[in-house]
């Protein structure tokens, strides 16, 4: 997200999660805080548990949505995602597995523009 933009990040999140719900993901959580650490949106599909980094830029961004999850964030994600792993789905055996995805927002008026990466770190 953009940094100090609190609203526009929540619009991002809620443009990906009705991007997810439409294909076919159940959303178990927002802004989840783990410790010091956050996960923008965390999904179900099948018996996949999905991390997702919603990241926005604005027109005068000096590098894209996608070219902002650099090495640190994706450390930092994978942190949380492990934390949550082991707290709340290590037991779970309707749970296989957990990806990591990553999506992009764009706002062009009203419309907005989800692009969404699978598998992306």
């Given at each position: 997200?953009?940094?100090?933009?609190d609203s526009l990040g929540r619009r991002a999140e809620a443009a990906v999660a009705?991007?997810?719900e439409r294909q076919g993901y159940q959303i178990v959580g927002h802004n989840l805080r783990l410790g010091h650490l956050e996960l923008?949106?965390?999904a179900r599909v099948?018996?996949?548990i999905v991390v997702v980094e919603v990241r926005t830029r604005g027109a005068g961004?000096?590098?894209t949505a996608f070219g902002s999850i650099d090495g640190n964030k994706r450390s930092?994600?994978?942190r949380a995602g492990e934390r949550l792993w082991q707290r709340r789905y290590k037991n779970d055996t309707s749970?296989?597995?957990m990806r990591f995805d990553a999506a992009a927002v764009s706002f062009e008026g009203d419309e907005e523009v989800v692009e969404y990466v699978v598998a992306a770190f």
């Open positions: 997200m953009t940094a100090g933009d009705r991007f997810l923008d949106i965390v099948d018996t996949t961004a000096w590098t930092r994600i994978r749970v296989d597995r």
